[in-house]
């Protein structure tokens, strides 16, 4: 009896040839399936001898190297490929975010290849994605797309600097419908000591829409990075760098409504952190190494909250501008980050301040000071196999490259 679970392959294969079921049958019933009378066209070629170690050795092992998590490299706007093994296919599914605003939505998924055997010894790669396929696009694909990529068509974005970035995306997406190269990309490693469990998370980025991002924990900070990107900030650019050696005790909620008292409160803050690397600084220049951290002193203000680990209320400052009304009313605690902000084609890029707050194991938000603008982020829920880097040091190489190839 032989069993391919290594590849997360459900099917006995064996056991299929001895109840009558082929490999060939299967993939008749699988390749092009007669969807609207409900029955299945076998458009196999005749041949009556491929078995289970056909499958095994010649797609299987062939393309093992090629499952996991990848990034086609499309512009600034990057992406999600996860490369997985499907019943007796090895698929290619491109994982995009729910459509803007509903963060907490789950990922939608289309097929962008899939490979399977088409004679005994040979594997055939089939290309699945594409708006304009092997034809010339006219505008009724771009309004395809549009309800694909947004859920709603041009005329319902009012928004006229909106219409532009969509347009702008589905121009330069098209150039990449038959030729696309990939960047492997790991999940990060995880710590029982971690803030939460990171991993993959769907964000709100204004106009942008919504956006997929991986939160990482690299000893005294955290670190939010782009798989997807847009004009402003590419994918593999560092959105946000949370400080975990300075918590932020948020005033209560009604002189949080105030956005000037939480812009003094994270102000003192970044102050407080520019004084520390400037006496680091100092030190190293003088020869004296790094010395014992200096101990963090919580910024004093009037009617805060306790920092305690349980909840506490939680409210948007007025004049902070959300896509997604629907956050959570309570967050478990608070910490100084920056963000990244930066002109159209990534020019004067700069850190700017703000808050990171943390709701729950799955979500968390920041708000972007200098923006006005408050980002929502929620775990994606998928499951993705052969995706662990294979040591932390491949992970922080990985995260390198990515970042490199659109600084």
Same mark, same amino acid.
């Given at each position: 009896?032989?069993l ?8 006995n ?15 008749a ?18 041949y ?28 600034p706007?990057?992406?999600?490929l ?13 994982? +995009?975010?729910?459509?803007?605003? #509903?963060v ?21 790669? $089939? ?16 309004r ?14 009012? #928004?006229e ?7 702008m995306?589905?121009i ?12 492997? !990309? ?8 971690? +803030?939460?469990?990171p991993?993959?998370?769907? /964000?709100?980025?204004? =106009? ?13 900070h ?15 650019? *560092? ?8 918590? !932020? ?16 409160i ?11 690397? *400037?006496?680091? &600084? ?6 004296? /190494? ?11 203000? &009037? ?6 680990? $349980? ?9 902070? =501008? ?36 943390l ?15 408050? =980002? ?27 970042? =490199?190839?659109?600084?």
């Amino acid at each position: 009896m032989f069993l391919v679970t290594e590849y997360g392959v459900c099917e006995n294969l064996r056991k299929l040839e001895i109840t009558g079921v082929s490999c060939r049958d299967v993939y008749a019933k699988r390749i092009n399936p007669r969807v609207k009378s409900g029955r299945f066209m076998k458009i196999l070629p005749d041949y009556e001898h491929m078995e289970y170690r056909d499958v095994y050795t010649c797609l299987l092992h062939r393309y093992r190297h090629i499952l996991g998590l990848w990034q086609p490299d499309i512009g600034p706007y990057g992406g999600l490929l996860n490369v997985v093994v499907d019943g007796l296919f090895i698929i290619g599914w491109m994982y +995009l975010p729910p459509h803007d605003p #509903h963060v907490d939505d789950p990922m939608r998924f289309k097929p962008l290849f899939r490979i399977h055997l088409m004679e005994r010894k040979s594997a055939t790669v $089939e290309c699945m994605y594409g708006h304009r396929g092997p034809h010339n696009g006219h505008i009724q694909e771009f309004r395809t797309w549009l309800r694909e990529e947004w859920g709603r068509t041009l005329e319902d974005i009012f #928004h006229e600097h909106m219409q532009e970035l969509i347009l702008m995306k589905f121009i330069y997406t098209s150039q990449y419908d038959n030729c696309l190269t990939y960047r492997r !990309i790991y999940l990060p490693p995880s710590h029982p000591d971690d +803030l939460i469990r990171p991993g993959l998370f769907k /964000g709100t980025y204004g =106009s942008h829409g919504l956006e997929i991002v991986m939160l990482s924990f690299h000893g005294k900070h955290a670190r939010v990075t782009k798989i997807t990107g847009d004009p402003n900030i590419p994918a593999g650019q *560092q959105t946000v760098e949370i400080d975990l050696m300075h918590r !932020i005790q948020l005033p209560n909620v009604e002189n949080l409504c105030n956005f000037n008292e939480l812009s003094r409160i994270v102000l003192e803050a970044q102050e407080q952190v520019r004084q520390e690397q *400037q006496r680091q &600084e100092d030190r190293t220049e003088d020869g004296e /190494g790094s010395g014992p951290p200096t101990e963090v002193r919580e910024p004093e203000n &009037e009617g805060a909250a306790p920092l305690k680990e $349980e909840p506490v209320q939680f409210v948007l400052p007025v004049g902070v =501008s959300s896509r997604n009304e629907n956050y959570p009313r309570t967050c478990r605690m608070c910490f100084y980050g920056t963000g990244l902000i930066a002109g159209h084609g990534f020019t004067s890029p700069e850190r700017t301040p703000g808050v990171f707050i943390l709701f729950d194991e799955d979500r968390f938000g920041f708000i972007w000071l200098e923006l006005k603008s408050f =980002s929502l982020y929620s775990r994606v829920q998928a499951t993705f196999r052969n995706a662990d880097a294979p040591s932390p040091q491949a992970f922080e190489e990985m995260l390198k490259n990515i970042q =490199s190839l659109t600084s």
